[in-house]
Nanobody, 123 residues
Framework: VQLQASGGGSVQAGGSLRLSCAVS????????TGWFRRAPGQEREFVAA????????VYADSMKGRLTISRDNVKNMMYLQMISLKPEDTAVYYC?????????????????WGKGTLVTVSS
């Protein structure tokens, strides 16, 4: 499975961004896809995940209300719409795939990582 994130960039606080992730390869092996992020000097952090077939969703509590994750399993794309961005949202955002929706509970269950896309939020 290959994952390619895009859509990062620089935005002012309060702004919004939509990240995209192109998913390819052995798609039948994917149960869920999601997003993690790593801020400068911080640990990797779960953001959101969605099941590939059914569209069940889980969000990180810290960002709930400001995120919308979605997937289009016809176009083989996943998206993350972020609103009301804050400087502390500055991070490299990675799209991932794995066998569980609850990647927040078990980050070791992520099988595939894409290269990240940088989001910079200025105050």
């Amino acid at each position: 499975v290959q994952l390619q994130a895009s859509g990062g960039g620089s935005v002012q606080a309060g702004g919004s961004l939509r990240l995209s992730c192109a998913v390819s390869g052995r798609l039948f092996s994917i149960y869920a896809t999601g997003w993690f992020r790593r801020a400068p000097g911080q640990e990797r952090e779960f953001v959101a995940a969605v099941t590939w077939n059914d569209g069940d969703i889980v969000y990180a509590d810290s960002m709930k209300g400001r995120l919308t994750i979605s997937r289009d399993n016809v176009k083989n794309m996943m998206y993350l719409q972020m609103i009301s961005l804050k400087p502390e949202d500055t991070a490299v955002y990675y799209c991932v795939a794995g066998p569980t929706l609850r990647m927040d509970m078990d980050t070791s269950a992520v099988d595939y990582w894409g290269k990240g896309t940088l989001v910079t939020v200025s105050s």
